[in-house]
């Protein structure tokens, strides 16, 4: 038997899979780190800690794998994008790991925001200006921290930094690249003004490379550390969102993957890069010949789990000697659809697409004397949905009409949530039963780098079995009537958001 390792560096994790040649998972390890918060808008990790994740995770399922009989063909990695780590002239790190879920680069974000360049940085780059991204936090380190800013000799996202202490070599895939703000969609390179703007150099940046670009020859430090033979070629791979589209063979343009894990993103890819003249969306570069374009979401299972750990009644939980989320499921599904007539916004972190208001708000609306915290509980999982829909929207507006659905995540786990998204949707869902589809994503993009596969398109045996909700008539008329209501309240609030934000802000400090 031979084995493929797919790895995913996450926001509070990283996961290592190990798959036989048929993309069968045999085993798997992970291992967490701590996401710092201890100013406002921070949101960092300590580079060592997510080496030493990695590395471990990699260690652990390659003891897995019988090497005396079989061969690791490759490991490939996934990763988050939008992160920052600054480097001196020996690439050892100045500062910790800023990653997408920093907020701190608002300001550079709303005066790069009204600035023509601002726009046209959009057009060339397809990437939001907003404090997520690279460019912006570039803007606010050179403003704000000018001594570590002028120290800094190179840039790297942490894949990069990751790749580069297993090798030894400065180099980053194509779709990391192509989420910083800072690459041409065009020509696939840095882009000379938006270098500019960020008051950078392209020999401070890694080179450029398409996903399918392996990496041999392992440095021996590391590969005492892994346990894999050190001739393994490693496959740059992509951004976690793009591999979780390649993962449950969402890879055509009328096929739309969702994902609602902590946080929520709709994608779908396309063989062309498409820009949206609104500017709600993204578009990045897979690799040569595929981009994906969509929206990330900050609001997904993290906004359910404030509301489960609020109204969810504990003596109840205690009765029925079960989880809460259990028990809230429960509760949801006596509701009827509409809550009885309340929204929910679920902006509890502010939001990217479709608003890219790092200072918008959650709230209820139409809250009254009848309605229960068996209500509030149905309109939070209701007003992420519908939030997603409004992203949903956008992106079936922008590329045609889906021929279907595909939704992973930790939503999944909830029978009524599957219903309730194709209901909102209105339109067909799909849901693998296997949940780790960046990691399976990462191995179909090793397999085509290795000539395994011919192109990215997934097998539909190495996706296994999927659920399928058709959206209920009658739920569809009560969210048709409800959905227009959410987005107009959404807009009347919008010009309050940055006073509350304000009011808040004073009042914690």
Same mark, same amino acid.
């Given at each position: 038997?031979?084995?493929?390792?797919?790895?995913?560096? %996450?926001?509070?994790?990283?996961?290592?899979?190990?798959?036989?040649?048929?993309?069968?998972?045999?085993?798997?390890?992970?291992?967490?780190?701590?996401?710092?918060?201890?100013?406002?808008?921070?949101?960092?990790?300590?580079?060592?800690?997510?080496?030493?994740?990695?590395?471990?995770?990699?260690?652990?399922?390659?003891?897995?794998?019988? +090497?005396?009989?079989?061969?690791?063909?490759?490991?490939?990695?996934?990763?988050?994008?939008?992160?920052?780590?600054? +480097?001196?002239?020996?690439?050892?790190?100045?500062?910790?790991?800023?990653?997408?879920?920093?907020?701190?680069?608002?300001? #550079?974000?709303?005066?790069?925001?009204?600035?023509?360049?601002?726009?046209?940085?959009?057009?060339?780059?397809?990437?939001?200006?907003?404090?997520?991204?690279?460019?912006?936090? $570039?803007?606010?380190?050179?403003?704000?921290?000018?001594?570590?800013?002028?120290?800094?000799?190179?840039?790297?996202?942490?894949?990069?930094?990751?790749?580069?202490?297993?090798?030894?070599?400065?180099?980053?895939?194509?779709?990391?690249?192509?989420?910083?703000?800072?690459?041409?969609?065009?020509?696939?390179?840095?882009?000379?003004?938006?270098?500019?703007? #960020?008051?950078?150099?392209?020999?401070?940046?890694?080179?450029?490379?398409?996903?399918?670009?392996?990496?041999?020859?392992?440095?021996?430090?590391?590969?005492?550390?892994?346990?894999?033979?050190?001739?393994?070629?490693?496959?740059?791979?992509?951004?976690? %969102?793009? $591999?979780?589209?390649?993962?449950?063979?969402?890879?055509?343009?009328?096929?739309?993957?969702?994902?609602?894990?902590?946080?929520?993103?709709?994608?779908?890819?396309?063989?062309?890069?498409?820009?949206?003249?609104?500017?709600?969306?993204?578009?990045?570069?897979?690799?040569?010949?595929?981009?994906? @374009?969509?929206?990330? $979401?900050?609001?997904?299972?993290?906004?359910?789990?404030?509301? @489960?750990?609020?109204?969810?009644?504990?003596?109840?939980?205690?009765?029925?000697? @079960?989880?809460?989320?259990?028990?809230?499921?429960?509760?949801?599904?006596?509701?009827?659809?509409?809550?009885?007539?309340?929204?929910?916004?679920?902006?509890?972190?502010?939001?990217?697409?479709? *608003?890219?208001?790092?200072?918008?708000? %959650?709230?209820?609306?139409?809250?009254?004397?009848?309605?229960?915290?068996?209500?509030?509980?149905?309109?939070?999982?209701?007003?992420?949905?519908?939030?997603?829909?409004?992203?949903?929207?956008?992106?079936?507006?922008?590329?045609?009409?889906?021929?279907?659905?595909?939704?992973?995540?930790?939503?999944?786990?909830?029978?009524?949530?599957?219903?309730?998204?194709?209901?909102?949707?209105?339109?067909?869902?799909?849901?693998?039963?296997?949940?780790?589809?960046?990691?399976?994503?990462?191995?179909?993009?090793?397999? /085509?780098?290795?000539?395994?596969?011919?192109?990215?398109?997934?097998?539909?045996?190495?996706?296994?079995?999927?659920?399928?909700?058709?959206?209920?008539?009658?739920?569809?008329?009560?969210?048709?009537?409800?959905?227009? $209501?959410? /987005?107009?309240?959404?807009?009347?609030? #919008?010009?309050?958001?940055?006073?509350?934000?304000? *009011?808040?802000?004073?009042?914690?400090?």
């Amino acid at each position: 038997m031979n084995y493929l390792i797919g790895v995913d560096v %996450g926001t509070s994790s990283t996961k290592a899979v190990l798959y036989d040649q048929d993309a069968q998972v045999i085993t798997q390890a992970n291992y967490g780190y701590e996401l710092h918060r201890n100013a406002a808008g921070m949101a960092e990790q300590e580079p060592e800690e997510v080496i030493n994740a990695a590395e471990q995770a990699i260690h652990d399922v390659a003891t897995a794998a019988d +090497l005396s009989t079989g061969k690791l063909l490759a490991v490939s990695i996934s990763s988050a994008n939008q992160s920052l780590l600054l +480097l001196d002239k020996n690439k050892k790190p100045l500062s910790r790991l800023i990653t997408w879920a920093d907020s701190r680069a608002q300001r #550079a974000a709303d005066n790069l925001k009204m600035m023509t360049e601002g726009q046209q940085l959009y057009m060339k780059t397809g990437v939001p200006v907003h404090p997520m991204s690279t460019l912006t936090k $570039l803007l606010w380190l050179r403003e704000d921290e000018p001594d570590l800013f002028s120290r800094t000799a190179y840039f790297a996202d942490i894949k990069a930094y990751l790749l580069y202490r297993l090798f030894n070599e400065f180099k980053v895939d194509m779709s990391i690249a192509s989420s910083t703000g800072l690459m041409n969609l065009k020509t696939c390179d840095w882009d000379d003004q938006a270098l500019r703007v #960020a008051g950078i150099t392209k020999d401070q940046l890694p080179e450029i490379v398409d996903g399918t670009t392996q990496a041999t020859g392992l440095v021996p430090e590391a590969q005492e550390k892994l346990g894999v033979p050190a001739d393994t070629p490693f496959v740059y791979g992509a951004y976690d %969102g793009a $591999l979780s589209n390649i993962g449950v063979g969402a890879t055509k343009q009328n096929t739309v993957a969702i994902t609602i894990g902590t946080s929520a993103a709709v994608r779908v890819v396309t063989d062309h890069p498409v820009i949206d003249p609104e500017r709600r969306l993204f578009c990045y570069a897979i690799n040569k010949g595929l981009w994906v @374009v969509g929206g990330p $979401l900050n609001n997904g299972g993290d906004v359910y789990e404030w509301a @489960v750990k609020h109204l969810v009644d504990s003596s109840a939980v205690k009765n029925e000697q @079960v989880d809460p989320y259990t028990l809230a499921n429960h509760v949801i599904e006596g509701v009827p659809a509409g809550a009885h007539g309340l929204l929910f916004h679920p902006f509890l972190g502010g939001e990217r697409a479709p *608003l890219w208001n790092a200072k918008a708000r %959650g709230s209820f609306f139409g809250l009254s004397h009848i309605h229960t915290r068996a209500d509030m509980l149905r309109a939070v999982m209701e007003g992420i949905s519908m939030n997603i829909a409004t992203v949903f929207q956008a992106v079936r507006a922008l590329v045609g009409e889906p021929a279907s659905v595909t939704a992973t995540g930790g939503f999944a786990r909830s029978k009524v949530w599957r219903q309730m998204l194709a209901d909102i949707l209105n339109c067909p869902v799909n849901v693998p039963d296997s949940f780790e589809s960046g990691c399976l994503g990462s191995v179909v993009m090793a397999m /085509q780098s290795l000539g395994m596969i011919d192109s990215l398109d997934t097998p539909q045996k190495f996706i296994g079995k999927v659920s399928s909700y058709q959206p209920d008539p009658t739920a569809v008329k009560v969210y048709q009537r409800y959905t227009p $209501l959410f /987005q107009q309240i959404e807009d009347m609030l #919008a010009p309050a958001y940055s006073e509350i934000a304000k *009011l808040q802000e004073r009042q914690n400090n």
